[in-house]
């Protein structure tokens, strides 16, 4: 009896935790804080004093093809524009091995919230997959879907769309 009664609690236990899927908030968190750029003297013909300091996230957006790939409709393959992107990217990457990144997965406005942050996800790993591949160390490299709720471009037309389908890489302080 005894035995049956354990069985039953334990059974019991795991119905109950099953259904405890952990659910995305229904407020996203602010978006990144622009930082102030470090200022010191201008660059002189010879790079010196640049005013950007090496490794951060200011010499990443200047130093890289874009900070950004884009993605077809529906899709979250790596194309050779992407590549390219990502190549310079890993580059710079190796050259900082401190420095840690979040890849950001967001989308057009079409979809529903729930499909637009899965295929944000699968957008975003696929950027960050690429940078591994790389030789960038996984454990310098999070993922964040965003969905469509943070688009780039507003309106309801193809341009604006395109714009929004992307993986945006971010150089963490």
């Given at each position: ?10 059974a ?11 659910k ?18 201008p ?17 990443f ?27 310079s ?21 079409r979809?529903?919230r729930?499909?637009?942050?899965a ?10 997959n ?39 890489t971010?150089?963490?302080?």
């Amino acid at each position: 009896m005894a035995r049956l009664t354990s069985k039953l609690i334990v059974a019991a236990a795991l119905a109950a935790t099953a259904g405890c899927a952990k659910k995305r908030p229904e407020v996203l968190p602010p978006a990144p804080a622009e930082t102030a750029p470090t200022t010191t003297a201008p660059a002189d013909n010879y790079g010196q004093n640049t005013g950007v300091q090496p490794g951060s996230a200011e010499d990443f957006k200047q130093s890289v093809v874009s900070d950004t790939v884009h993605f077809d409709t529906d899709k979250y393959d790596i194309d050779p524009q992407a590549r390219s992107i990502l190549d310079s990217q890993a580059q710079w990457l190796q050259k900082y091995p401190n420095v840690r990144i979040t890849v950001e997965g967001h989308c057009d406005e079409r979809g529903t919230r729930e499909y637009n942050l899965a295929l944000g996800e699968r957008r975003a790993n696929a950027a960050a997959n690429y940078l591994i591949a790389r030789g960038v160390a996984a454990s310098r490299v999070n993922t964040i879907s965003y969905g469509k709720e943070r688009p780039i471009a507003l309106g309801s037309n193809p341009e604006a769309w395109a714009q929004n389908r992307r993986a945006v890489t971010v150089v963490l302080g």
